[in-house]
């Protein structure tokens, strides 16, 4: 058997030739399975089966992985044949295969004349391809059968419901086994456990998308509100406050009503109807259109931490990166077509440095007209050359995305990478020419006469649940300092020392710093063991002798023992490095 060089074949073949393998060894053990799809995705792959009256269990992923194996074992090539259209849906409906058969369908209504199969071993199945040349080549792949899911046929509830079958495959073993240690740490690191043992929020059945922050939670929410305020009021941006509910006929003219309104949520008020809003944008309209302006007064930068609400199936929501109700910090810059270069320049250096206060890299994609969109060809050719003549400005990598912009205008993802290599849409800048024109937004020129701004959308944090979800798995927990709901435990090493405990809880607190005191009737060690659960970034021990002696033995997160620091120095340099919003501890 020829053992596979893995690391020469794109990976999206050896998953989608595994994915291939897990088909026919599903026809080994049940022969009557209808097959719909099995494709190549990112970690590995899936399938997508039919098991009429059949049951399938976890169980039987060990069985089907034996038989995988075998059909490596023996070698078998993947031979691909083509046929015309009415002859594969003969076949396709012959062997009862009604999803193949309504694939096929499609196709010859798209044009196609010819369609390919691949055989493996008994095994034919309707596919493009394209396959390693045999199983054999994949000895030396890093795979496993993951789990069972339920999939709805092409994804609508309208259809039947079918098996998923996950499978994990990479060229080596060792890049499965790196996978997998990824994995078992991410779940350590997941934000709704972590959520609920550090007690920042929790989610309830009373609420289903809708999250409980709690008291720890909410110091989170207001530092991150902080240090966005500090950075805005730097960059000339003036923040507003627009209502949640607005008349439908406001949706209607931004066009949200056709392209958004499976999305949005409704109410009468006095049998007139109205939305709650899923975006900032046309409140902020609204605002722009109380006054006259001048060109003197462009670029105006209108900012809005906006509470949104968008309907969500239940499915897919996920604690807090998946919600219905959130916060977005949004911002309108209203600008003429010549600044645009520059605003969008400046967006991009007031991300840098928002992400880089934690820790946080990306990438750029530039995302081009959708299918369901409104405007001229005109407007979203202009629209595009403008991003793209911006980002040639900047000197930055981007990747295009085709088709995947807002249905107003084309715009720049923000695709920020966590400390486990994962990544996560997060920021945005959106170019709209649209919505003035939609508006009549104007403003007057120096040449005396009124003019259409362009209107850009940008926020950077994005959904404020979602990102403060992402910074519990980026961080594992362990907020820096400044981000820290407590920053210090102070713990009295018994009854005699609490008050002295507490005297120094709130001697920090005074100056700004989140101490709290342990006054349990416990030992030292379940104290000290608590409040490294609890990830505070500093535990402070309290004794005769720190109280003697005016110094305090401080043992930072992370760290084996304890040293001894004076208290005066220990409090300003933690004032220091929180004002200053370092990541590491001091």
């Not at 493009?128 to 199983?135: E, M």
């Not at 998923?164 to 996978?179: C, H, K, N, Q, S």
């Not at 001229?376 to 085709?402: F, H, M, V």
């Not at 379940?526 to 305090?552: F, H, M, T, W």
Request: negative net charge.
């Amino acid at each position: 058997m020829p053992q596979a060089e893995n690391h020469q074949w794109p990976v999206e073949i050896i998953r989608h030739s595994l994915s291939h393998v897990l088909a026919a060894a599903i026809k080994r053990l049940w022969p009557e399975a209808k097959f719909a799809i099995g494709p190549a995705i990112d970690s590995g792959f899936y399938y997508d089966i039919d098991f009429g009256a059949d049951k399938i269990s976890e169980g039987d992923l060990a069985k089907l992985e034996k038989i995988m194996r075998e059909i490596i074992a023996a070698d078998l090539p993947f031979l691909r044949t083509e046929t015309g259209v009415a002859e594969a849906l003969e076949r396709a409906e012959k062997d009862g295969q009604i999803y193949k058969a309504e694939m096929i369908r499609d196709l010859h209504a798209q044009g196609e004349k010819t369609v390919s199969f691949y055989q493996l071993g008994d095994f034919l199945d309707l596919c493009r391809g394209p396959h390693l040349a045999t199983s054999g080549a994949l000895a030396g792949a890093g795979w496993r059968l993951k789990n069972l899911a339920g999939a709805y046929w092409r994804g609508s509830e309208k259809n039947r419901m079918l098996t998923r079958i996950y499978g994990l495959a990479f060229p080596t073993r060792e890049g499965l086994d790196a996978y997998e240690a990824r994995i078992a740490e991410a779940e350590k690191r997941n934000h709704v456990k972590l959520g609920r043992e550090l007690d920042l929020f929790t989610l309830h059945e009373e609420g289903p998308g809708f999250p409980f922050f709690h008291p720890r939670g909410l110091i989170v929410w207001q530092e991150l509100l902080r240090y966005w305020k500090e950075e805005h009021d730097r960059e000339g941006y003036q923040e507003i406050k627009t209502p949640i509910i607005l008349k439908k006929a406001l949706w209607e003219q931004s066009g949200h009503w056709d392209h958004y309104r499976e999305n949005m949520y409704f109410t009468k008020i006095d049998e007139v109807d109205y939305a709650v809003k899923p975006m900032n944008c046309p409140g902020g309209i609204i605002y722009y259109q109380t006054s006259g302006h001048s060109y003197r007064e462009l670029p105006l930068k209108i900012a809005e931490i906006g509470l949104v609400h968008r309907h969500e199936l239940s499915g897919v929501l996920n604690g807090l990166l998946r919600v219905r109700s959130f916060h977005q910090d949004d911002a309108h810059i209203y600008c003429t077509p010549e600044q645009i270069k520059d605003e969008v320049a400046g967006i991009v250096r007031l991300i840098d440095r928002i992400y880089g206060t934690f820790g946080l890299s990306y990438r750029m994609e530039l995302s081009t007209r959708p299918l369901n969109s409104t405007g001229s060809d005109a407007i979203w050719t202009a629209s595009e050359q403008a991003l793209k003549d911006a980002l040639a400005n900047l000197g930055r990598d981007y990747q295009l995305n085709p088709g995947d912009g807002a249905f107003y205008g084309p715009k720049i993802d923000f695709h920020v990478t966590d400390a486990l290599g994962r990544t996560w849409q997060c920021g945005t800048i959106q170019l709209d020419f649209v919505m003035p024109q939609r508006f009549k937004l104007s403003y007057t020129g120096a040449d005396g006469q009124e003019h259409e701004p362009v209107m850009l959308h940008r926020v950077i944090y994005g959904a404020i649940e979602r990102f403060i979800g992402i910074l519990i798995e980026h961080f594992g927990g362990a907020f820096p300092l400044w981000l820290a709901p407590v920053q210090i435990a102070v713990i009295p090493v018994g009854a005699a020392h609490i008050q002295a405990a507490l005297d120094l809880k709130n001697e920090m607190r005074a100056t700004g710093l989140r101490a709290e005191t342990d006054s349990a009737n416990e030992t030292v060690g379940n104290k000290i063991r608590r409040a490294i659960g609890q990830k505070i970034p500093y535990l402070v021990v309290l004794g005769d002798k720190e109280i003697a002696s005016n110094e305090l033995a401080v043992r930072r997160r992370g760290a084996e023992k304890s040293e001894n620091i004076n208290k005066k120095d220990f409090i300003a340099r933690l004032q220091e490095a929180s004002e200053r919003r370092e990541l590491s501890l001091v």
